[in-house]
């Protein structure tokens, strides 16, 4: 088991034959990914290693039956790539992407609404099930299947935590990167029922950081919601006081997204919160 | 990009918001112009154009009778440092006759991820205090994109916070305009604080502040412009997200922002202080690593350097021959202590170019921070 | 007691000053009704007959605390002054006016969700509350107070069907006509729960006609929601089989629609059904 | 207003939807034209252009192998009538071989107030039938105009029907052109029945419907045009609704749809039948009642004329104004038995003014149909 990807998945990759997009078309198939198309406009009909390429999202669904997409494109065209994969019902979208606009991103969300589709990220390392399927630009060498679900904003940092934790022999179910962006199209709290419901998953990390309020939101669910131990490392502890964003970012984070105030939200909820990676390793240890 | 309070007035009146007149003076030259634009009535309020706030409290906004008073106050206020900002140009303005200071701004509520219009009748600097210890003194209406901002919530909240019954018009005007221009522009953050009542019975935004969305400069050619006068936005066009604490000295060369911020914690538990992040995750070149680790040799606050990478998309063996081409650019030593780390893709690579080049190179995060405390054992 | 509109209303009139709007703006008054300004653009500062004219409905609202519309308007003005009107927050808006186009109508329903408004009609004779408040263009003879509450297709038939209950003594709680319109603001099943809640409405008049669906909807709120005795009067029980809506009409309505199928579905749910006015009279008789 | 199947092809044409080559023809000049547009290859099928269903049982289709034949054909065809619908005109089309024929359409879901697409893998005549006896052949999906029509959606019906897969794309695609159409021409109705599968293995649109809404007709010019060729719409121009229901003896001028199908109920319980509706509700005017009262005065079948009105919009001293204007222009007199009810605004000064000019006039509905039993009594 494990969540939202896995051996079943049949991923399409938008911007195959890019530079990265054909570098990390081979990783990701080296992990196992079934990847059943790739599309490039104006390729439709040509071959990627044998992977068919399309025009358009659709089609790919169309003759491969396609449920997921991984996206290799420069934002200026990811926007439209998933309003179009929303439009073809695909379920999973991994938006690696990074620099999608914050107002192109609400017309997103507001798509998604009445949709069937998952959005993962944008500006994500996306999502990986280990050894079944990767819908990302994370190094495999960091990643062991286990029974760990890990859930992170900060691509890089999941990598460190990952690698620790694989080198102490605690694998992971499903490592889901959330992206680092303003607004994603899913949070940690949206993450946390799904890591409950899988048998696989036998605990969860939370790999956060200083700003925004996605870690406070996902304590009330992990509070209420959530019977599996969670360990919750934070970076930025050391971080000087934050940039001014206005005085209209600073009434309406009210204090939140310290460091503190994400200590103390996660632990009323009974996380474990640390600092470096080592001490995840230490924590997930008591708690087996 | 958080634009300057001139650029945000200029954009703002742009939509028909209310601002007071005024001119931008970098030097005693245009004063005068400042002068005959503003009128010898109304003249005049010097304010210091900087990207921080409680610019008022450090003497950074100086009210004036005479031209005389300004060109004699000019220096001063161009010569300071407001939180370590150099201040190197003023707004000059007409004074006004203000009755009360009000709120209103324009964010993205983190909780609903939808755009929310924020209202207070307590404006002014104290604002944010005002927010925490008087919340029903602030009223909040998350905006849905597809519905737009309704005249009846701008209505709801000036009824509800108590503003007299002769503003909601004005009110309801200058929200629609303020999130027509957050919409149009991109905006992240749209704030008029304070919106001041002058004795006219009218609202005016006295203070603004504007931050646009940086992923959405190349659609909006004329933001895209102002860009130039921020270092950070011109490091951002090579791919480099760099933040200057303007305190510390130890300079971070890192690949996306979770690593950037676990080591600078661990800085901090070795007992040392960072200075700077440069986050070059955003595409990697040779011409971004070269300005990077320039960056990190001139500055002379920096005394030394961490690098700690765990590469995805990132290859390490690139980022190794992009450091190695720059370091040879720069007369073939790095002049100061740099401690690398390099792990992830291609990693074993990238290692042993830069051992071979003689660097002190590091696997894992530990061996790293190891060599870290050693050399501060040396320095001290 | 009544429902939408009272003596507490407070209206405005969109189009005082044009020939329609002028003779029922007296109409109105002289019933009893509270009108508090009129909106005419470009005629903002004048008055009519002492009273205020504005140049937008929000101005309307904000200088006279107005909290109902009544429109005088041509279709192609309507649809932007509704949507004014949604915006300003408005909370009835009776829309006499005939003709707004349908996919206008489909903008205004998405916009009305999430607002405070109740949109009546249009192509609406509108709504009364004898003696208290009249939004509409019934002819004032035909309405008594009194303890029946009445919803209306059709304007000219609720005239007559009204005139028959104040010539029998039956008075009215408030008179609503939904509107001719494939699509109307307000249903008759959305009515229904309104009625049952007001104190002073003893019984309901439903009058309806064959096409639509609308009674049918109606007879599964009835049924679920209402204790209070309801008489449906249906026109149009002669009319031959209509003509072809097209396949898709009909098959999208697969029977209902037709006079039988409406009888069917509101007697199961414990209506009285009726053709012809007088017998409204007759069956409300036996129910009291 | 229903269009005739050869201008609805002709619109979703201009959207891409394919449909079969042909020519409309009206007499036999241009039948000529026809057979070289089509070539002798696929000549021919025609087409009764009526707007009632059940054409082809009715023998207005039939299909020719060449120019003498349907040169033959043609006249009976043009001469016939359909449900009482005269056949003016044809449409000359290729013939098509055929392997499926499926239903496609577009419309109002009453119960959610919304568009409603449509679907079902068997289509043709007999789609009614199919949907009831057969719901499960018939797939709907409720469109929200906001979020439009989704290729997902179309794809799911299309699987959940058993579509065979070489097909899903192209029903995505016109699908998504039919939903175009629908909303840019402000339609109530598009259908393609039957949307048939061709040996290619495409589909083209063998028979198509489009209503479009009346009340939108002023900002589609090129719609507005079509208009002319309809009675019923260019009465309704003149704020006349009128329905002609093709049988019966009784015309009825009244006021407002209900109480034109009272008065019908009414006519019916007293034994008799009404022939035609006109209903003034839309805008009272001297040309709408002149219109109004001539054609009930020339009709052939109509035997005798009630006029049913409680006005509320409508002022009844108008009416009868208008209406004595009218007669007086047609001869002083109207020339068939005419039974008058005025009630509501201004009745009483109306009815005087009708009694005044010598006709039977009625205050109560009960008074008029006791006087229409009357009349019947001494027509029988």
Known sequence: MSILVDKNTRLVVLGMTGRQGSFHTRLMREEGTNIVAGVVPGKGGQQFEGIPIYDTILQAKLAQDANACVFFVPASAATQGILDAIDAGIEVVSAITDGIPMHDMLLIQEKLKGSRTRVIGPNTSGLITPRQAKLGIMPSMAYKPGPVGVMARSGSLSYEVCYELSKAGLGQSTVVGIGGDRIVGTTFAELVPLFEADAETRAIVMVGEIGGVDEERAALTIKEHCSKPVVAIIAGSSAPPGKAMGHAGAIITQGKGTFESKREALQAAGVKVVRYPREVVQALREAF | ?380
């Not at chain 2, 009824?159 to 991109?186: M, N, S, T, V």
């Open chain 2, 1 to 380: 990009m958080d634009l300057y309070e001139h650029q945000a007035k200029a954009i703002f009146q742009q939509y028909g918001i209310p601002i007071p007149r005024g001119l931008v003076v970098r030097d005693e030259s245009s004063l005068q112009a400042a002068f005959d634009a503003i009128g010898q009535e109304s003249f005049g309020v010097l304010k210091a154009q900087v990207l921080t706030g409680g610019r008022g409290k450090a003497g950074g906004i100086k009210v004036v009778d005479s031209l005389p008073q300004a060109l004699e106050l000019l220096p001063n206020i161009l010569g300071m440092r407001i939180k370590e900002f150099p201040v190197d140009s003023l707004l000059v303005e007409e004074r006004l006759h203000i009755k009360n200071e009000y709120f209103m701004g324009l964010t993205i509520d983190p909780e609903a991820s939808l755009p929310v219009l924020l209202l207070s009748p307590r404006g002014g600097m104290d604002i944010e205090e005002v927010a925490k210890d008087y919340p029903s003194a602030l009223g909040k209406y998350v905006i849905h994109p597809s519905r737009g901002l309704p005249s009846f919530a701008v209505m709801d909240l000036a009824r509800g916070l108590g503003f007299p019954h002769r503003l909601w018009g004005a009110l309801i005007d200058i929200a629609g305009k303020l999130y027509k221009a957050f919409c149009q522009e991109e905006a992240t953050l749209a704030e008029l604080n304070p919106l001041a009542e002058t004795t006219g019975d009218s609202l005016i935004a006295v203070d603004s502040r504007l931050s646009v969305d940086d992923n959405a400069l190349f659609r909006h050619p004329e933001l895209n412009e102002l860009k130039k006068g921020f270092k950070e936005m011109s490091l951002k066009d090579k791919g480099l997200d760099y933040i200057d604490l303007r305190t510390g000295e130890v300079g971070l060369l890192c690949v996306g922002a979770g690593m950037t911020m676990l080591t600078m914690d661990l800085v901090a538990q070795a007992g040392a202080k960072a200075r700077c992040f440069l986050d070059v995750s955003h595409g990697i070149s040779a011409e971004g690593l070269s300005t990077a680790l320039e960056l990190l040799a001139s500055e002379p606050g920096i005394k030394c350097v961490l690098v700690n990478m765990f590469g995805g998309l990132s290859r390490m063996d690139e980022i190794a021959t992009f450091m190695l081409q720059a370091i040879e650019a720069m007369g073939g030593r790095f002049p100061k202590p740099i401690l690398i780390r390099l792990q992830g893709t291609n990693a074993e690579i990238g290692r042993r170019m830069m051992m071979e080049a003689g660097y002190v190179v590091s696997t894992e995060l530990e061996e790293l921070m190891d060599n870290f405390k050693e050399l501060l054992k040396g320095t001290k």
